[in-house]
């Protein structure tokens, strides 16, 4: 009886050990990005810096956004929209406020969204400061595969040897 107990024991613990060493283990990537000290348009004096959570379809991925601004005073007004293909976790609230003030000039956001389908996809933020003007930003969110895929470039020469992008022609008729 006791080689029974063993033996039972012995084989519970060599699956278990076969299943987690088969076990997908993979600790989401980390996208991040900034528009510090990059060029911009005219508008509000607003920057962003953003961390995205890189997950397979149908995981959360966690999106962290600072929004900073110079500007002390007034309300800096958030309009936030979602690609169609992204799910949010919880409710977002699609126009946020922030009352801009001497001791902060970082104002945090966060969200959790999924997707269905591999892609990359947007969280659109469109930044306000009355009298400063407005900034418009696109944090993309990698979902499964999605991540990997670049487009090619077809770099060719011309007659002279200067290099040049060939692409598709897009055309529409009015």
Known sequence: MNNLIKLCISSVLIGSIAMASTAKVSEPKLIKGTSIGKYAKPGAPVDITYTSQNVEVGESAEVNFDLSTSVQTGIMHVK???????????????????????????????????????????????????????????????????RVKKSKVSVQKTASGENISVSKAVESVE
């Open 80 to 146: 936030i929209k979602i690609d169609k293909q992204l799910s949010a976790l919880q409710k977002v609230n699609k126009n946020v406020s922030f009352t801009l003030d001497k001791s902060t000039n970082v104002y945090p956001l966060k969200m959790n969204v999924s997707a269905e389908a591999d892609g990359v996809y947007y969280i659109k933020l469109l930044v306000t400061i009355k009298g400063k003007g407005a900034r418009a930003f696109a944090v993309p969110v990698y979902i499964g595969e999605g």
